[in-house]
């Protein structure tokens, strides 16, 4: 039976569901819109859907809140901007010769997400924890790399690209733990929502000028194609209240690694929507993440 401290699992598990759905909707708009347009339908028809929630979560709780503290901004910063920078980085990799060995690189997030998460927070993690983390993202390391790619693990550029990205990808999930911890005298749920009203605001703003400056058309386009962008950005809101949510109850190196199920969800797609039978080295990844994320809900 689930306590209140242990609804991160899950919220997470819910989230990463969710935010499978976005990707494959987001996909289809890449074409008409470019990836930076795609990218930034999630925030632009997320942010209305995020104050919806917001709005039925202070009627249902009674909370009162007020302008952000000012503890609030450096958090919600650091979250939402390298957010926007790590989702840059992963651009850059897609036209990487060595894009899978960039991804497995990227996978190291959520090691970089505990490291962070207590040089900056404090997050205390048990050594069960530490190692459950560990198996988990060797997992998904071994399942993301094909045969052939590890003769390119010497090459620089992918290493720094996965790396670096995988950083950017860790200090938002810091950046965003951090600002609902600090929010005063509410419920963990509002806090949540609150920061991730915020949070879609300042990234709606940030890309829609970015656009607006270099790309106007691109604004055009997806304000045509409001419909298909609209459920997209449902989509993207309700996975990212799940996310913050569970920010709020735990460790974001703990949400970040159960995340790693998303592997297991693609797994499992590509074996009964398209028939592809996992390779043995797949299998073995799959195998290492079951055995981490077992262990992380158990420790």
Known sequence: MFTIASLWI???????????????????????????????????????????????????TG???GWPVMAFWPWLLLGALSQIF??????AAMNERSFVVTTA??????????????VFLGDHLT????????????GVVVTALRPGATRELGSL?????????????????????????????????TAASYALAWSLFVQTAILSVYLLLREPAILRNILRLWRPS???????????QFWFLAFALTAAANV????????????????????????????????????????LVAA
């Open 157 to 189: 550029r992918p290493i720094m690209f996965g790396l670096v990205a995988a950083a950017a990808f860790a200090l938002s999930a810091v950046g965003f733990r951090g600002a609902i911890i600090v929010v005063p005298d509410v419920s963990f749920v």
């Open 230 to 240: 609209m459920l997209a950005g449902f989509a993207g809101a309700a996975a990212s």
């Open 256 to 295: 970040r690694t159960l995340a790693l199920v998303e592997v297991l969800f693609a797994q499992a797609v590509a074996y009964y929507s398209f028939k592809q039978s996992p390779s043995a080295r797949e299998l073995a990844g799959v195998a290492l993440i079951v055995a981490g994320v077992a262990l």
């Open 105 to 118: 690189y990227l996978k190291t997030e959520a090691i970089q997400t505990a490291i962070f998460g207590f």
């Open 86 to 91: 790590a989702t840059g980085l992963m651009l």
């Open 10 to 60: 899950p919220f997470t598990i819910i989230a990463s569901l969710g935010q499978v759905a976005r990707n494959a909707m987001q996909r289809s708009l890449t074409g008409p819109l470019g990836t930076w347009g795609a990218t930034n339908i999630r925030f632009l028809f997320g942010f209305p859907f995020s104050l919806v929630f917001f709005a039925v979560i202070i009627l249902a």
């Open 127 to 138: 050594v069960l924890r530490v190692v459950a983390i560990l198996i988990a993202t060797a």
């Open 63 to 65: 909370d009162r809140v």
